[in-house]
């Protein structure tokens, strides 16, 4: 990106595109020679695509800059680019495009006309100017600017020695440059004077501009890889030594207890010595923490900047997106292992001779070490429990590299030997009879026919242990088919395949007891039945025979058996037993580990279920990474298995659509709908019926609510006939286009269809089963915005006690509920219910259940309109006014934005 910071620096410009024109100096967008009001980030967002027109912007840059790395919501960019679009209008629209997984690129013709100029610093600070309170010392050039804090590069007037000053006026920006000053003392008084960690000299925290004085550690891993392909110029040997040192300056901070929480390249310092080597610092504890805050007590260190007190979850530094480690994003505190995931996606990065790389799907073809790649895919493990447990052991397995590769060579040599040996016994045992021939010719002709009569013997086995099998698969399926006979004793009339299979399924053990192997293999398409049915709890009961059978022939950790752990894993998911599948996945994935598995098919088995689960219990990052590692590993294990493509395609478009990656979902699913196709490589038309059925719900959730409802009425009639006119899959269809009119505001539409999602749901999959109690929930909802709060909130508090039990307490699940719950409390004139609910609202939770960047404002209004029904009345109304206005402002729909207008006209 050539100029990531236009808003700050540099000529300012008009652009005109197409029947639009925004000018930079006044932040103004026109179309069609009309001023259009729209929120500063969307422009913000303008400003860069126009600065680098015709380039991809990547999202991590866009993140970076606009909202200065700081995560506030999963789909904050996509929000961003929604809102900017729907200003350009439909003519013009088109000139922003989407990168799937990248960013965003401007494409189109572009005029530009200088404007003016913009002052480089917000501090007053310019170059030439003496450092204030260090009148020896002169800024020499800004090194880097976000709002409040600017970090200069100083020289001393006669010595040239060189200083770096963080300045900052107040706020959070000095909280951060005081938490970065108590951790520099924590690390040299338990350290010492250490080469690979910057030395804090000196700070100012008694008069404006405050500042941190640090010595030079030179340029910034990123600034200086850039600068004429310096990374790219090292070899592989070099590259990994620059990240094994700074892998080690990590350690040792987590050694004393100490916390980076914001490891990027910026903050990784580089500097050449006289001898040409380079020198690595780590910089910027800024965002950073104390695992032990007793240890301020035992070093005498004030804790400037440190609460002790606080709750580590409530950090709100979060570091820089690209490494920000997925159990943060979840909402779980910063750990070592967290910074172990950045370090991990660095040593990539470096490896690569790429810092601009992302982690994504195939970065494995970009390291040619199979042992480096398993220690970054180790060290940037979705679940923290099979990553890398600490930095100290990261160096040390890139210390013992050498050792590690001498050791696998020897194992190599070892089995290639006895591959050779085994072949020189198969070797001598088919010239035996030769041999023997030339001692004792008469026997010649009986030794040949004894051989030929042992072989034919062993096929004849073979085959018959073939037919024996081909008999109990024939057997079973009589079994079905006899069982659905009204002539049976035990079938009425109305038998349906639901119930033969039942009857059948029963006399499976009893029919294959001599053989465990087909009753494993006869239980595992039952399971794939009964999964088709819906019956998720029938399916998980066939898969724990299978997995008991197979660790019973095979062995715990044999990959079979492990296959088939996984994917009761996955049943148990999908019947809502969260915890148990949590449980049999990680005791796989131990097992796993400890045997030393590598095989694609478990592989991809694994991912499968970790990524249902994930999605299951709404912790989304993790799951798409889940699904997208599960599509890599299909390319391996069963490339041409469209089946299964196409429902982890179908996964992982849900995942996309609740992360704020509607546009990537949509493109996924565009593809599965072409229903020819893909019925010709054996896709059944129920799983065409879903794939239409998802690409509505995108169209829904990307804000496309006219695209997306003749597609979900269409879905509607392909599941009917698909599944018929009771099935749950229906009811999600029903659900979805309730969904939408609801987001249209159509409440009364909304009702019945929800009502009868619930009703369906509930009958057949039980009172306790996730889509039962979601439905119930919406249902609670329409009737909060149908004013109908004493009917609404039995149903929404069902719904949050269920939530809560599966999932936990604060889960996005249960903040929703909560939400309208404190609304319906609200509009029944209970303030003291109300406000107990709206104080533990997390905006970043209700996002993760319920997609949008609204809700700190929609938290706002409910707290002002409990003020009022408090008597504290002009409270209530400057806060409802102030949040109601910029509700409007930000082009929230009119049905949020209604009951707080209600409540504020009958207030005053």
Known sequence: MSDSEPSRQGTLYLYRFGAAEFDESRSELRVAGLAVELERRPLEVLRILLRNAGEVVT?????????????????????AVAKLRKALGEANAGFIV????????????????????????????????????????????????????????????????????????DGERLAALKREATLSRVLRETLGERDDIVRLIDWNFATEPFFLECEYGGQSLLEWADQDGNLAALALNERLDLALRAIEAVAAAHDVGVLHKDLKPANILVEEEVDGRLRIRLTDFGSGRLMEPGRLDELGVTPLGLTRSRDATSDSSFGTPLYIAPEIIAGEPATAKSDVYALGVLLYQVLAGDLRRPLTTGWEHDIADELLVRDIARATAGNPAQRIASAAELAQRLRDLEERRAERARVEETEKRALAAQAALDRARSRRPWVMAAGIVLLAGVTASSMLFLRAREAQHMAQEQAARAEATATFLRDIMLSADPRESDAGYDATLRDALARAADRIEGRFAADPAMEASIRETAGEIYTGLQDFRTAAEHRRRVAALFARMLGDAHPRT?????????????????AEAGEIIDAADVDAAEAGVENDGVALAATRARGRLHLMQAQIEPAVAAYEEALARLESAAPDDARTRHGLIL??????????????????LEKLQDGARFAEAGVPAARLAT?????????????????????LNQALVELEEAFGPDSTQLAEGKSVLGNLYAADGRWAEALPLISAVRETACATQG?????????????????????????????LMAARDVFERMMGPGTPGVQVMNYYLAQALLGAGDSVGAAALIEGLDPAQLAAGSPGEEWPARIAALRGWAMLL???????????ERTIAGMEQDGMQDWIIAPFRAALAKGR
């Open 59 to 79: 999202k991590e840059e866009l993140l970076d800059t606009v909202w200065e790395g700081r995560v506030t919501v999963e789909n904050v960019l996509a929000n």
């Open 98 to 169: 989407t990168k799937p997984r990248v960013g965003y690129r401007f494409d189109g013709r572009l005029e530009r006309i200088a404007t003016g100029r913009r002052l480089v610093s917000r501090l007053d600070l310019a170059a030439d100017q003496a450092v204030p309170g260090r009148p020896n010392f002169r800024l020499a050039r800004q090194l880097s600017s976000t709002a409040g804090s600017e970090v200069w590069l100083a020289v001393h007037d006669k010595t040239g020695e060189r200083r770096v000053y963080k300045f900052s006026t």
């Open 562 to 578: 492990l296959e088939a752990r996984y994917r009761l894993g996955e049943s148990l998911v999908n019947a809502s037993a969260y």
């Open 651 to 668: 996964d992982l478009a849900q995942g996309y659509v609740r992360t704020g990656r509607q546009d990537e979902a949509v493109e996924l």
């Open 691 to 711: 794939a239409r059925l998802h690409y509505g719900a995108a169209l829904l959730h990307s804000g496309r609510l006219a695209d997306a409802e003749p597609v």
């Open 767 to 795: 009172a306790e089963h996730l889509t039962c109690v979601m439905a119930g929930g919406n249902e609670g909802v329409i009737l909060v915005q149908l004013g109908d709060a004493a009917s609404a909130m039995p149903k």
């Open 870 to 880: 408090d008597g504290r009345r002009a409270d209530g109304t400057a806060l409802l």
